[in-house]
């Protein structure tokens, strides 16, 4: 059906395929965030419960080095603040991907006089319904 489009139809097919692969890496990486945001809150709130006298390691690359446990606990927090702020970038780009995508789509159904996008089409927030 696409070899019958308009160029500029076409185009916009395109368009729309690179951004939900677009989509799809930024949920990877999101997904990837939220995984890592999870370990090193747990790793924090595990340290909250260790006594500051003991003796504690940190992975560098292959190696344990031995650190102290306010060194420990910066570095936890400094990962936790950096996880947080790239996920809330992440949500901000998802949120842009997703409004290029409807919005290149309705230029695609105006484009073809309102047929894509029916009952077969993709659903989500702002799909039509009652």
């Known amino acids: 059906m696409q070899g019958n489009l308009p160029p500029e139809a076409q185009e916009k097919i ?3 395929q690179d951004l939900q692969e677009t989509a ?3 949920a990877v990486q999101k997904q990837e965030s939220e995984s ?3 370990e090193a809150q747990n790793a924090l709130d595990e340290l909250e419960g260790i006594d500051e006298e003991t003796t504690m390691y940190r992975q560098v690359g292959e190696l344990l ?3 102290d446990y306010d060194e ?4 936890l927090e400094d990962t ?3 996880l947080e702020v790239r996920l809330e970038t992440l949500e901000k780009q998802e949120d842009r991907v997703q409004q290029q995508f409807e919005s290149l789509q309705d230029e ?3 484009l073809l006089g309102g047929g894509v996008g029916g009952p077969a089409g993709p659903g989500g927030p702002g ?3 009652a």
């Open 14 to 16: 395109e368009q729309l």
């Open 24 to 26: 799809q890496t930024v």
């Open 36 to 38: 890592s945001l999870t």
């Open 65 to 67: 080095v031995e650190t």
């Open 72 to 75: 420990a606990e910066a570095a």
């Open 80 to 82: 936790v603040n950096s």
């Open 108 to 110: 695609l159904e105006s």
């Open 127 to 129: 799909a039509g319904g």
